[in-house]
């Protein structure tokens, strides 16, 4: 069983940056897949990046690739989506979410976290 608490999330103006934090608890953290998800008001959720048990392998969209960066410590218990160059289109709600071992782009994960709102205003 894992928890998975979001943070970071807030207000910021087109092209600034934000950096969500994904904090876990419970047993096997390292053994599992962890990825963003997002939904907008109105969308549907939306794979946003995603981060191998081991850390060696990262997918993002394509909406979001050289733009995001997504990482995990797993002494930590904890994955960090750095997010730069923001714009409008990006506000949404961020979830955090795990699965074992591999990434996967659809919702197939086994825990999330309540997600955190992030907001860019134009």
């Known amino acids: 069983q894992v928890q998975l608490v979001e943070s970071g999330g807030g207000l910021v103006q087109a092209g600034g940056s934000l950096k969500l934090s994904c904090a876990a608890s419970?047993?096997?953290?390292?053994?599992?897949?962890l990825a963003w998800f997002r939904q907008a008001t109105g969308k549907e959720r939306e794979f946003v990046a995603g981060i191998r048990w081991s850390g060696d392998s990262t997918d993002y969209a394509d909406s979001v690739k050289d733009r995001f960066s997504i990482s995990r410590d797993n002494a930590k218990k904890r994955v960090d989506l750095q997010m730069n160059a923001l714009n409008p289109e990006d506000t949404a709600v961020y979830f955090c979410?795990?699965?074992?071992?591999?990434?996967?782009?659809?919702?197939?994960?086994?825990?999330w976290g309540q997600g955190t709102q992030v907001t860019v205003s134009s």
């Open positions: 419970g047993r096997g953290f390292s053994n599992y897949a």
């Open positions: 979410a795990a699965r074992p071992w591999r990434v996967a782009r659809t919702d197939k994960y086994d825990y």
